[in-house]
């Protein structure tokens, strides 16, 4: 993990092999990652860029196209000479994954380009490419030999989300993968896990020793997690109406917020101990009945509104989306985790498109304290208990507590005592991935999902995709773009005497 305050090591020589180098996801953030890197001197001294293109390239063709790309996505302003030493030590290759022949030709290709730029074999393959295109890559990758570890080189490959749509694919994809890359070689990437405020949710909990010994069901009442955007779903219709709001972020984004924030505490700060913890917290979360799932979870819809100045047409009328599609863009769950530190804690947790603010964050909701001694006050109400980790757009931690209002009567208000990011730490506009990027470099797959991480996240919400699915229409309600999200989804707390926390 990049550490602000010591000077990380550089990471050993290596090849990046970018499978998807024309694609947006290589123009919008692995380029300008790879630039932000070579700024703070973080890219290891002998390094190659190869992309893989299905149609060949010339390289001046390819360099142009990440220039352009990489002076509009840049978080910083863009140093024409390091922007230029950077992409001069890219190849573009040519390799179709229909085309077993072409892979065999990757590898002449590697051992040539290693020995005149020095990488000494190593060579991490990031596929910025389309899910469905992991697995062919990965078995062409591994039928060609590429990634098979011998003479002191590591092999490494990159996999962003998702990571299948459902519990059975989930799995299918990891067996397929793990066939060919081991897990120490396996990054699969959850951008959540770049956000320093996400990171930092362990160091709160465990460098600090006041958290810790309050952080279970005798104090806690109840934990909510909130991922609101505003954007609403835009040119992306073919993708979302296929996979919804729940598959989109909950078994990954909200699940790695949930398993950071539940975890039991590891021995170690490494990878094989964060990731068992978590996959083991994840693995506790009830499995409910299709009659409970429903009961316990709210799917919205959005229907037209305003998101700001922002006209937004209803969800069905987005390019690409059915015009009676059932697919979710606004989903709230509660959630529990079946084991002695959490029995009897209700975890609400909600996230959708096209609402009024954007926010994620994480609500940590403390038991009341009893209101006996205020009885003969003035003191009409104790206000709640909070500990509020911002994510989004705000970073920082707020503690929300009672305090006297000054004067000659007993009067009690709630108050904040906050941290801002901001104001402590001084940091470099970034993308998030040159934490994940540099990572895997240096082989620690901390922030990375280990197999059975991701399959016990799919474990948790396969009951409300089945139920979902079985309701169809049923059960789906509307909700006007740029609002707060379904009335429904205070009806899931208001039921348990709780109400979300207002967003502001
Ligand atoms: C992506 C989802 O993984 O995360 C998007 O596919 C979503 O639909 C995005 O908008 C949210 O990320 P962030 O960092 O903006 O909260």
């Not at 940091?427 to 922030?447: K, R």
């Not at 208001?494 to 926390?501: C, E, F, K, V």
């Amino acid at each position: 993990m990049v550490d602000a305050s010591k000077k990380p090591q550089k990471p050993e020589p290596c090849c990046f092999v970018i499978f998807g180098v024309t694609g947006d996801l290589t123009h919008r953030l692995v380029i300008p990652a790879l630039y932000n890197l070579a700024e703070s001197g973080l890219l290891p001294d002998k390094f190659c860029i190869v992309g893989i293109a299905r149609k060949k390239m010339s390289d001046d063709e390819l360099r142009q196209s990440l220039m352009d790309g990489l002076n509009k996505h840049a978080t910083r302003p863009v140093k024409k000479n390091i922007a230029e030493k950077l992409l001069s030590c890219l190849t573009c290759l040519e390799a179709s994954n229909d085309d077993p022949a072409s892979f065999d030709q990757l590898s002449k290709s590697f051992e040539k380009l290693e020995k005149d730029k020095g990488t000494r074999g190593n060579r991490l393959f990031y596929l910025a490419v389309p899910p469905s295109a992991f697995a062919p890559i990965a078995e062409q990758l591994g039928h060609a030999g590429l990634l098979r570890e011998e003479h002191g080189a590591w092999r490494r490959l990159v996999v962003e989300k998702p990571f299948g749509t459902d519990l059975a694919s989930a799995k299918v994809l990891n067996s397929k993968l793990l066939k060919i890359a081991d897990e120490h070689q396996s990054y699969r990437i959850d951008h959540y896990l770049s956000k320093e405020t996400v990171q930092n949710i362990l160091v709160l909990r465990f460098a600090n020793g006041m958290f810790e010994p309050i952080w279970n069901r005798n104090h806690i009442d109840h934990i909510q997690i909130t991922v609101d955007e505003k954007l609403a779903v835009g040119h992306r219709g073919s993708f979302y109406d296929a996979t919804g709001a729940l598959r989109d972020m909950v078994p990954n984004h909200l699940f790695q917020l949930l398993s950071l924030v539940t975890m039991e505490p590891p021995a170690r700060f490494d990878a094989q101990a964060v990731r068992s913890e978590k996959a083991e917290v994840l693995a506790a979360i009830q499995t409910q009945s299709s009659e409970d799932a429903l009961k316990n979870s709210v799917r919205g819809q959005y229907r037209a509104g305003k998101v700001g100045d922002e006209a937004i047409e209803d969800y069905r009328k987005t390019p690409d989306v059915k015009s009676n599609s059932t697919t979710e863009t606004y989903a709230a769950l509660k959630l529990t985790i079946d084991n002695w530190r959490w029995a009897g804690v209700p975890f609400y947790l909600r996230t959708g498109k096209a609402l009024g603010i954007k926010r994620t964050e994480v609500a940590i909701k403390f038991k009341q304290a009893p209101f006996a001694m205020f009885r003969d006050t003035p003191v009409d109400r104790l206000s709640q208990n909070y500990l509020v980790i911002s994510i989004e757009p705000t970073e920082g931690i707020t503690l929300q507590f009672n305090t006297k209002v000054p004067g000659p009567t007993v009067s009690i208000d709630g108050v904040e005592m906050k941290f801002r990011y901001k104001d402590y730490f001084k940091t470099e506009p970034s993308t998030g991935y040159e934490t994940l990027i540099y990572d895997c470099m240096i082989g620690d797959n901390i922030l990375f999902q280990r197999a059975d991480g991701v399959e016990a996240g799919w474990q948790a919400v396969q009951p409300f995709l089945d139920a979902w699915k079985k309701a169809g229409a049923d059960g789906l309600v509307g909700y006007k773009a740029g609002s707060e999200g379904p009335e429904e989804a205070d009806e899931l707390l208001a039921r348990d005497g709780r109400h979300w926390r207002k967003l502001t």
